[in-house]
C-alpha cells in the first residue's frame, strides 16, 4: 500500500519568513517517484519537481528547495524568503509506475498563507 | 498553447440528473486522468485512459463512466447525480508522471 502524509494542514508565515513543507511517504517498492504540485488560488495544479528513489540529492530551484531523505522516507519542500505569491495549496505525492501517473497518490495538502 | 481545457467551470446539478465534463488536451499526451478534491483528502482518481479507446478505472470509480474516443479528449459522465458526487473535478494529462492540470470543474448535486 501507498501513502503519502502532509501533516501539517495550514501554515502561515510573515513574508520574507522561510517556511518547509513537510511530506512522509509509505512504499515498499524500491523503485518510486516524488512529486510536489502547487495549486494556486485560481485552481490549476502546478508540477513543481519529480525526484526518483534512486536519486537522494537535494534540489535547489530558485528560492525552492527540496530535501528528500530515504533513511526518514521524507521529501521536504523549503520555500525561503516566503513570498505572498507562494500562499496556495501544496501537494505531495508519491507514484511507483513509470509508465503514467496512474498510480499516483497524493497527500492531503498543506495550505500555506503568506501574510505580506 | 492552451494545455488542458474543462469545460464547464461550474454546475449545479439535482440529484438523479446526468452530465458529462468535458476534457480536451493539446498536448498529444497519451494518458489522461479524471480527479476529484475534496476537503480533507487530497486528489484521488476516478479513472484514466492510457491511449485512445482505452479507459480503467481508479481509486474511485463508482457512479462515473468515461470514454476517450479521441486522443484529446477525455469525458467523465454521471449518469444518476447523487449529492455525494459534489466535488471539484480535475482532468489531467500526463508526460512522464508529470501531470498538466485543467483549471477544475466545481459540480454541486442538491
Known amino acids: 500500500a501507498q501513502k503519502v502524509t502532509q501533516a501539517q494542514t495550514e501554515i502561515s508565515v510573515v513574508e520574507k519568513e522561510d517556511v518547509t513543507l513537510d511530506c512522509v511517504y509509505e512504499?515498499?517498492?524500491?523503485?518510486?517517484?516524488l512529486f510536489w504540485y502547487k495549486q494556486p488560488p485560481s485552481g490549476e495544479l502546478v508540477f513543481l519537481i519529480r525526484?526518483?528513489?534512486?536519486?537522494?540529492q537535494n534540489e535547489i530551484s530558485g528560492r525552492y528547495s527540496w530535501n528528500f531523505q530515504k533513511s526518514t522516507s521524507s521529501f521536504n519542500f523549503t520555500i525561503t524568503a516566503s513570498q505572498v505569491v507562494d500562499s496556495a495549496v501544496y501537494f505531495c505525492a508519491l507514484s511507483e509506475n513509470s509508465a503514467g501517473a496512474n498510480n499516483l497518490f497524493f497527500g492531503t495538502g498543506t495550505r500555506l498563507t503568506v501574510i505580506p | 498553447n492552451a494545455g488542458v481545457t474543462q469545460t464547464p467551470k461550474f454546475r449545479v446539478l439535482k440529484t438523479g440528473q446526468s452530465m458529462t465534463l468535458l476534457c480536451a488536451q493539446d498536448m498529444n499526451h497519451e494518458y489522461m486522468y479524471w480527479y476529484r478534491q475534496d476537503p480533507g483528502m487530497g486528489l484521488r482518481l476516478i479513472h484514466y485512459?492510457?491511449?485512445?479507446?482505452?479507459?480503467a478505472k481508479g481509486e474511485v470509480p463508482d457512479g462515473y463512466n468515461v470514454s476517450r474516443l479521441k486522443k484529446q479528449n477525455f469525458l467523465l459522465g454521471l449518469e444518476s447525480a447523487a449529492p455525494s458526487q459534489t466535488s471539484v473535478y480535475f482532468c489531467?494529462?500526463?508526460?512522464?508522471?508529470?501531470?498538466?492540470f485543467g483549471s477544475g470543474t466545481q459540480l454541486s448535486v442538491l
Open positions: 489531467a494529462s500526463s508526460y512522464h508522471e508529470k501531470l498538466f
Open positions: 485512459s492510457v491511449g485512445e479507446g482505452t479507459t
Open positions: 512504499t515498499r517498492d524500491t523503485t518510486y517517484y
Open positions: 525526484r526518483n528513489s534512486f536519486d537522494e
